[in-house]
């Protein structure tokens, strides 16, 4: 069994900033991508923020240059840091693990967190 739990959502203004947290539990060997996500109101779940187990990262074209993903695979956790938020950033963000080993040898795919809301607003 594999648990994802986000933190640091919360209410902001514009041009502020935030760090997400995404820590993952359970009797994890490895992780391989663990990505986050974001879903607006009325708006379809859409990749934020991925990075592989080999450590390259990618960004939607609407967060390049202001959001940074980082992990910190000791701890099983990973990041998002969002700076210079806009109003258009608002959003439940979900953290999302591809592919998880277990210890022992089975895999878990596509686990998911519950999400942590966002809010950037004046």
């Known amino acids: 069994q594999v648990q994802l739990v986000e933190s640091g959502g919360g209410l902001v203004q514009p041009g502020g900033s935030l760090r997400l947290s995404c820590a993952a539990s359970?009797?994890?060997?490895?992780?391989?991508?663990m990505n986050w996500y974001r879903q607006a109101p009325g708006k379809q779940r859409e990749l934020v923020a991925a990075?592989?187990?080999?450590?390259?990262?990618n960004y939607a074209d609407s967060v390049k240059g202001r959001f940074t993903i980082s992990r910190d695979n000791a701890k099983n956790t990973a990041y998002l840091q969002m700076n210079s938020l806009e109003p258009e950033d608002t959003a439940v963000y979900y953290c999302n693990a591809e592919r998880v080993v277990l210890i022992g040898g089975r895999v878990r795919f596509n686990s998911w967190g519950q999400g942590t809301q966002v809010t950037v607003s004046s």
């Open positions: 990075d592989t187990s080999g450590g390259s990262t």
């Open positions: 359970g009797s994890i060997f490895s992780i391989d991508a």
